[in-house]
């Protein structure tokens, strides 16, 4: 980190030395590895269905914080906070997911005297609304495909305004992330039962049921630039990733830097995304997300206020550490006026468990260039409540080539028995001609599965 900051306080003049983790899985178990070697002190929260989860054995201390339900652990801000009071923790983190992005939670933080490991609530706010932040970014310069000029909640009234906008259409969550709560929808007729399906998931994975339009590009690539702001005003882009592989909206794996990505389009997002979240008064790490469809021609689409699952392959491409660069920030370090030098290419693979159950064989890869963020490890129950992802291996190396083919030897060395897996489809994943030839759009992969499902019926 010392080449992304100008000078470095003594963390006995940080504002804070107590961090509660307000989070699961490896997102808690990265930031409890950050803290201890800078020092930091660390609080794991849990539920009942995580008491024997790895993030709880590698803090400084455990306290459980409700029912295995989300809604009454993980998302309840009030056992949070109290756990913080009850621990002496400082400062919270809060990882990504469940509250990461919660304006409330944020702002419950700097009520009760706890520093937020992220941008203040106002932010938060500002940027978790879909309609609102769209309408920031617009007045800020950002491109805009078309949406919705608010957000939504009755079907009718969307239907019409979906009528204005244009068929195909995607339906998102306002407050929402990771897919959920999103569908696109192809024609008038499909739409109400769609947006009624979106706004119960929406309720259930947010707490929270508006809805936001957008028109949808049928063929674009999904970048993002990853940006870091200090407390005094300064904004840098450090690095794009391309997330164009993804089957029903989830991300299944990421690479930086961008292959497609010309390098004037690349210097213009970056320019645009620095002076963009410069005019909001941003701080902290956050993340701009386009629709990318050909050399100069690029949208926003959402600013994700926390960090990303896929910040590690920035890292491997940029040698920072965006978690230490988190805790930096809100000491009140400040950045130096250049943007790091990227070096190296790194693609990253999301393992998820198809089952939950007991992890009774574990093998992990390793060696030069390869990377494994996880809280898995052998006896380990995976438990049904939560997310799917259960590990992310990232590998990293000269150029793209030879990281695909590292990639493809490392996924067939990983064993991960007692639980079914997408081993073996990333396995296939990485075999398939488009992907090798970059020819692959944000709707690839979910029109080969529906391909694959087809011909698997037929036979």
Request: net charge negative.
């Given at each position: 980190?010392?080449?992304?900051?100008?000078?470095?306080?003594?963390?006995?003049?940080?504002?804070?030395?107590?961090?509660?983790?307000?989070?699961?899985?490896?997102?808690?178990?990265?930031?409890?590895?950050?803290?201890?070697?800078?020092?930091?002190?660390?609080?794991?929260?849990?539920?009942?269905?995580?008491?024997?989860?790895?993030?709880?054995?590698?803090?400084?201390?455990?306290?459980?914080?409700?029912?295995?339900?989300?809604?009454?652990?993980?998302?309840?801000?009030?056992?949070?906070?109290?756990?913080?009071?009850?621990?002496?923790?400082?400062?919270?983190?809060?990882?990504?997911?469940?509250?990461?992005?919660?304006?409330?939670?944020?702002?419950?933080?700097?009520?009760?005297?706890?520093?937020?490991?992220?941008?203040?609530?106002?932010?938060?706010?500002?940027?978790?609304?879909?309609?609102?932040?769209?309408?920031?970014?617009?007045?800020?310069?950002?491109?805009?495909?078309?949406?919705?000029?608010?957000?939504?909640?009755?079907?009718?009234?969307?239907?019409?305004?979906?009528?204005?906008?244009?068929?195909?259409?995607?339906?998102?969550?306002?407050?929402?992330?990771?897919?959920?709560?999103?569908?696109?929808?192809?024609?008038?007729?499909?739409?109400?039962?769609?947006?009624?399906?979106?706004?119960?998931?929406?309720?259930?994975?947010?707490?929270?049921?508006?809805?936001?339009?957008?028109?949808?590009?049928?063929?674009?690539?999904?970048i993002e630039i990853q940006l870091i702001a200090d407390q005094a005003?300064?904004?840098?882009?450090?690095?794009?990733?391309?997330?164009?592989?993804?089957?029903?909206?989830?991300?299944?794996?990421?690479?930086?830097?961008?292959?497609?990505?010309?390098?004037?389009?690349?210097?213009?997002?970056?320019?645009?995304?620095?002076?963009?979240?410069?005019?909001?008064?941003?701080?902290?790490?956050?993340?701009?997300?386009?629709?990318?469809?050909?050399?100069?021609?690029?949208?926003?689409?959402?600013?994700?206020?926390?960090?990303?699952?896929?910040?590690?392959?920035?890292?491997?491409?940029?040698?920072?550490?965006?978690?230490?660069?988190?805790?930096?920030?809100?000491?009140?370090?400040?950045?130096?006026?250049?943007?790091?030098?990227?070096?190296?290419?790194?693609?990253?693979?999301?393992?998820?468990?198809?089952?939950?159950?007991?992890?009774?064989?574990?093998?992990?890869?390793?060696?030069?260039?390869?990377?494994?963020?996880?809280?898995?490890?052998q006896g380990y129950t995976v438990p049904p409540n939560y997310d799917?992802?259960?590990?992310?291996?990232?590998?990293?190396?000269?150029?793209?080539?030879?990281?695909?083919?590292?990639?493809?030897?490392?996924?067939?060395?990983?064993?991960?028995?007692?639980?079914?897996?997408?081993?073996?489809?990333?396995?296939?994943?990485?075999?398939?001609?488009?992907?090798?030839?970059?020819?692959?759009?944000?709707?690839?992969?979910?029109?080969?599965?529906?391909?694959?499902?087809?011909?698997?019926?037929?036979?």
């Open positions: 980190m010392n080449h992304l900051f100008n000078s470095h306080k003594p963390i006995e003049q940080w504002p804070f030395h107590k961090v509660l983790v307000a989070n699961r899985g490896e997102i808690a178990v990265r930031i409890i590895r950050a803290c201890r070697q800078l020092g930091l002190q660390t609080v794991a929260i849990y539920s009942t269905a995580d008491r024997n989860a790895l993030h709880t054995k590698l803090a400084d201390s455990a306290i459980c914080i409700g029912p295995a339900n989300a809604a009454n652990s993980y998302l309840n801000i009030n056992n949070i906070i109290t756990a913080a009071q009850l621990t002496g923790a400082d400062a919270i983190h809060p990882g990504y997911g469940f509250l990461s992005e919660n304006a409330d939670f944020a702002r419950a933080c700097e009520e009760n005297n706890l520093i937020f490991i992220g941008p203040n609530a106002d932010a938060v706010s500002l940027l978790g609304n879909k309609e609102q932040a769209r309408e920031t970014m617009k007045q800020a310069g950002m491109p805009l495909v078309k949406g919705s000029p608010t957000v939504l909640t009755d079907s009718k009234e969307a239907l019409t305004e979906a009528k204005k906008i244009g068929f195909p259409i995607m339906i998102k969550a306002s407050a929402g992330g990771g897919g959920k709560g999103m569908r696109v929808v192809e024609y008038p007729e499909q739409f109400e039962s769609t947006f009624e399906l979106c706004q119960d998931e929406a309720r259930s994975a947010f707490d929270d049921d508006h809805m936001y339009l957008e028109q949808y590009l049928t063929h674009p690539r999904h005003g300064k904004v840098l882009a450090i690095g794009e990733r391309d997330c164009t592989i993804q089957a029903n909206h989830q991300k299944v794996m990421e690479e930086a830097p961008a292959p497609a990505l010309d390098d004037a389009t690349r210097q213009q997002m970056f320019s645009t995304s620095e002076q963009a979240v410069s005019k909001i008064h941003y701080e902290g790490v956050g993340t701009v997300e386009f629709l990318y469809n050909g050399p100069g021609a690029f949208y926003f689409m959402e600013m994700n206020t926390r960090i990303q699952v896929e910040h590690p392959i920035t890292e491997q491409t940029t040698g920072l550490d965006l978690i230490d660069a988190q805790f930096r920030v809100a000491a009140g370090e400040t950045l130096v006026d250049s943007r790091p030098t990227v070096s190296n290419y790194a693609l990253e693979c999301r393992i998820t468990a198809l089952t939950p159950g007991t992890i009774t064989g574990l093998h992990l890869p390793g060696g030069l260039g390869v990377r494994v963020d996880t809280a898995l490890y799917a992802m259960i590990a992310k291996l990232i590998v990293f190396g000269p150029n793209r080539n030879v990281v695909l083919n590292e990639m493809r030897t490392m996924i067939d060395e990983t064993v991960i028995a007692g639980i079914s897996t997408n081993l073996e489809m990333l396995s296939q994943l990485l075999a398939e001609p488009d992907l090798i030839e970059e020819k692959t759009d944000v709707n690839w992969l979910d029109k080969q599965l529906a391909e694959k499902e087809e011909d698997s019926y037929d036979d």
